[in-house]
């Protein structure tokens, strides 16, 4: 359901559920931030969505309807195909004698959706409006239990003697119970919104895991006797040498689920107990997301619109592996793809297609490395060029080069923090004046759970938790936040310190979000529902850049661009912790090291 600002501020305020004042403040943030209002009044629990949804049906003269998913008979749903039933978000609940079909959808307004499902099923159709979460729980319909599913079409009736067994065609074949497996593996961890599976051979079982909103779940122990024809069938899928075992392989292939195409990147292990198996799963119809989107604010994006509108110079993003810096570099790619400018980028692998971009991936046994690449990007007119890492003294020599000759250079670093980096560029031979000269800012980021907006629940903190807070983010009593994170956290408003009782008129922090015991149906009971980054961003100021030919060393050039106002790791954290965006323990869970 998507409600227009206009309409939502007229539902709200005749159903007495705010004043045009009240709701100021969020349309203000609305236009700011170019979120639709619905988002911002739900996220600050104004009103639930159940309600809200209750209160536009009423409005909109549509029927509303809450449906227990059990009462959903399987031959009634499947009259909608789930491919279908999930894009539009509509379910079939009930079919009359007459043959009248009840659908029910979050959005029926949706004249396109609802025209092509009427076409779809039939014109005999009423149509209800329920919540989102509601058709979320029914759609769950179209898949049971990923393990009674696997347990369906696992042979095991072989017996498992602990020899390496022989894996014959039709155990891997199209329609083998094997194939089965591996496709309901893989529909299940898109479905759960998984980055990657793992497929790890143990003594007596394969357990296979899920990495979800960065942390590893287990979903289910296979008997250990399908172990070879599973991955049999992966490598075959994957263009693999299936009677290799002793030595890594590495392999890709696509596979299409619910009308979308994902590229899944296959790695294979050998170990102790077998060969494990990972796969990277890459959302191929990914769109570009803003900057904002992905959660930078305030001078941090002040600073990095202000480098990548340079027309030469480097830009660093770095972290540790599955932080997120190469979705950042395609956010900043796709904002500046345009048909006057050449992009061309050489990467290890090209995990997200951009149209328009020239896209190069390094290919070690051919001799293309990332400075064998970058050289030959130099020689094809760039004005914008990505490298996908610099490992090495002659990539980042190279990278320098190409900045002080015109060219605007992205790339990454595997480092702590921002401030880090600079140091690294002079470990690997780069001459202090020339990083000065040539690097306009540097990212540093993490990636934290975001908490689900359904399910999570604000509490008073303890006077010993705020203490921790300023103790760990070395803030002073009393202090606020505005001053060091600009004016948009005039919003919050909240202080630190002090001495009165947590919950009180004078408190620093008056309340923080936790995720709710249990979660909820929405976020598959986990508490939490995607990620979120959390930034800092140093520019590089005449002073810092003094720094740097004078041997600074990173704490010092640290404590530099606080000073002039740097939003630190943790304080962005801190503040997404106010704002109910994830929690402190997400927080320092990432940012201990940096």
């Not at 932080?323 to 006057?340: C, D, I, Q, R």
């Amino acid at each position: 359901m998507r409600i227009l600002n206009n309409t939502l501020v007229k539902i709200l305020t005749r159903n007495n559920v705010a004043t045009e004042e009240d709701l100021k403040p969020m349309m203000e943030e609305a236009e700011r931030s170019s979120r639709p209002l619905q988002d911002i009044v739900l996220d600050a629990k104004l009103i639930s969505e159940v309600d809200l949804t209750k209160l536009f049906a009423q409005y909109a003269d549509i029927p509303y309807i809450e449906i227990d998913p059990r009462d959903i008979p399987t031959e009634v749903l499947n009259r909608i195909p789930e491919r279908i039933a999930r894009q539009y978000n509509a379910v079939i609940f009930q079919i009359d004698e007459d043959g009248t079909m009840h659908l029910a959808m979050d959005d029926p307004d949706d004249v396109l959706a609802t025209n092509f499902i009427e076409k779809e099923i039939g014109s005999n159709t009423k149509i209800y409006i329920a919540p989102h979460s509601n058709i979320l729980q029914c759609l769950e319909n179209y898949r049971g239990d990923v393990n009674q599913e696997l347990n369906e079409v696992i042979d095991v009736q072989r017996e498992d003697d602990g020899s390496d067994q022989k894996v014959s065609e039709a155990d891997v074949a199209e329609d083998s119970p094997i194939a089965q497996t591996v496709n309901l593996l893989l529909e299940y961890a898109i479905r759960s919104q998984a980055s990657d599976i793992h497929i790890e051979p143990r003594e007596n079982f394969v357990q296979v895991r899920y990495r979800i909103d960065g942390v590893l779940k287990e979903v289910n122990q296979l008997p250990r006797n399908v172990l070879n024809a599973l991955v049999s069938r992966i490598k075959i899928l994957s263009n693999l040498k299936i009677d290799e075992r002793r030595v890594p392989q590495d392999g890709r292939f696509k596979i299409k689920v619910a009308g979308k195409q994902y590229a899944l990147r296959v790695s294979t292990l050998p170990i102790t107990d077998g060969e494990k198996v990972v796969m990277r799963i890459l959302d191929e119809s990914n769109q570009a997301i803003t900057l904002q989107q992905l959660g930078y604010w305030g001078k941090s994006l002040a600073i990095i619109n202000s480098a990548i509108a340079e027309p030469n110079g480097m830009i660093l993003v770095t972290g540790p592996t599955g932080s997120g810096k190469s979705t950042s570099l395609f956010s900043v790619l796709s904002m500046l793809n345009t048909p006057e400018v050449n992009i061309s980028t050489i990467e290890d692998p090209v995990e997200y297609k951009i149209p328009g971009v020239n896209q190069t991936q390094t290919n070690a046994k051919a001799g293309m490395t990332f400075a064998s690449g970058l050289r030959a990007l130099l020689r094809q007119d760039p004005n914008i060029i990505m490298v996908g890492e610099i490992r090495d003294g002659e990539t980042a020599n190279l990278g320098v080069q190409a900045a002080l000759t015109g060219h605007l250079v992205f790339s990454t670093l595997h480092t702590n923090n921002a401030a880090t980096c600079l140091p690294r560029l002079l470990d690997m031979g780069i001459e202090p004046f020339l990083i000065a000269s040539t690097v306009k800012a540097v990212v540093g980021q993490r990636l934290v759970r975001r908490l689900c907006m359904n399910c999570r629940e604000q509490y008073v903190p303890t006077q010993d938790e705020i203490n921790e807070i300023v103790s760990l983010f070395n803030l002073k009593p009393g202090q606020t936040f505005a001053h060091i994170h600009d004016l948009e956290l005039q919003a919050i408003e909240q202080k630190v310190g002090g001495d009165t009782p947590a919950g009180t008129d004078d408190t620093t922090i008056r309340t923080l979000w936790r995720a709710h015991p249990g979660g909820c149906d929405e976020c598959g009971h986990a508490g939490f529902k995607g990620r979120v980054g959390i930034y800092e961003v140093l520019g590089m100021s005449r002073a810092i850049q003094k720094m740097i030919t004078s041997d600074a060393t990173s704490n010092q050039i640290q404590d530099q661009a606080i000073e002039e106002g740097m939003i630190t790791m943790q304080s962005d954290g801190l503040v997404k912790t106010l704002r109910g965006n994830t929690t402190l323990d997400e927080v320092l869970r990432v940012t201990r090291e940096s």
